[in-house]
Antibody, heavy 119, light 110 residues
Framework: EVQLVESGGGLVQPGGSLRLSCAATGFPFSSYQMNWVRQAPGKGLEWVSYISSSGTSIYYADSLQGRFTISRDNAKNSLYLQMNSLRAEDTALYYC????????????WGHGTLVTVSS | QSVLTQPPSVSAAPGQKVTISCSGS????????VSWYQHLPGTAPKVLIYDNNKRPSGIPDRFSGSKSGTSATLGITGLQTGDEADYFC???????????FGGGTKVTVL
């Protein structure tokens, strides 16, 4: 059974940092592209970042302005999102989602980890 | 402001049909496959439609998808109370090098 389990969310002050993790099981993790998607309270889904199966191709939403870094460790079947200089508008539920390639759907999602940026 | 445009809400009585539109451009819908997702609060989003009109196994044929030019449509027939959820369209945008979503449409069963 495919499972994606996010962790690492929490309450952080503006300007702070957090590192999110996503543990993948039940499928060949190293064969899949991965994404982070977030949903702010009362808002729709917002794509955050994409990383190819090998980690050589990476894309980010323009709105992040270079504050986030996506990475993966295929040996550990894990995906990461390093978030720096956090702002109130980064408050959201963060999901990891897998994708066969960029033309395919995000076919499995985790249940998300909540990030709250507040003083 | 989402790259793809959806109506904020649609509603219909049980057993009726609703359609949800998703409008984009040549850099996204016009040259790529569209997927549709169902999202219930507190749960993981689920793929209903992929490659414009294909259903994953387990998705009933009450759900259908179509695409024409730079727009796509999700149809739900035989509406049930369990269909009350938010529905998002999504695709890849070549100009942005990004996954793009619609703003979401809330389906209400009257």
């Amino acid at each position: 059974e495919v499972q994606l389990v996010e962790s690492g969310g929490g309450l952080v002050q503006p300007g702070g940092s957090l590192r999110l993790s996503c543990a993948a099981t039940g499928f060949p993790f190293s064969s899949y592209q991965m994404n982070w998607v977030r949903q702010a309270p009362g808002k729709g889904l917002e794509w955050v970042s994409y990383i190819s199966s090998s980690g050589t191709s990476i894309y980010y939403a323009d709105s992040l302005q270079g504050r986030f870094t996506i990475s993966r460790d295929n040996a550990k079947n894990s995906l990461y999102l390093q978030m720096n200089s956090l702002r109130a508008e980064d408050t959201a539920l963060y999901y990891c989602a897998r994708q066969w390639n960029y033309q395919n759907p995000l076919d499995y999602w985790g249940h998300g980890t909540l990030v709250t940026v507040s003083s | 402001q989402s790259v793809l445009t959806q109506p904020p809400s649609v509603s219909a009585a049980p057993g009726q049909k609703v359609t949800i539109s998703c409008s984009g451009s040549s850099s996204n819908i016009g040259n790529n496959y569209v997927s549709w997702y169902q999202h219930l609060p507190g749960t993981a989003p689920k793929v209903l439609i992929y490659d414009n009109n294909k259903r994953p196994s387990g998705i009933p044929d009450r759900f259908s998808g179509s695409k024409s030019g730079t727009s796509a449509t999700l149809g739900i027939t035989g509406l049930q109370t369990g269909d009350e959820a938010d529905y998002f369209c999504g695709t890849w945008d070549y100009s942005l090098s990004a996954v793009v979503f619609g703003g979401g449409t809330k389906v209400t069963v009257l």
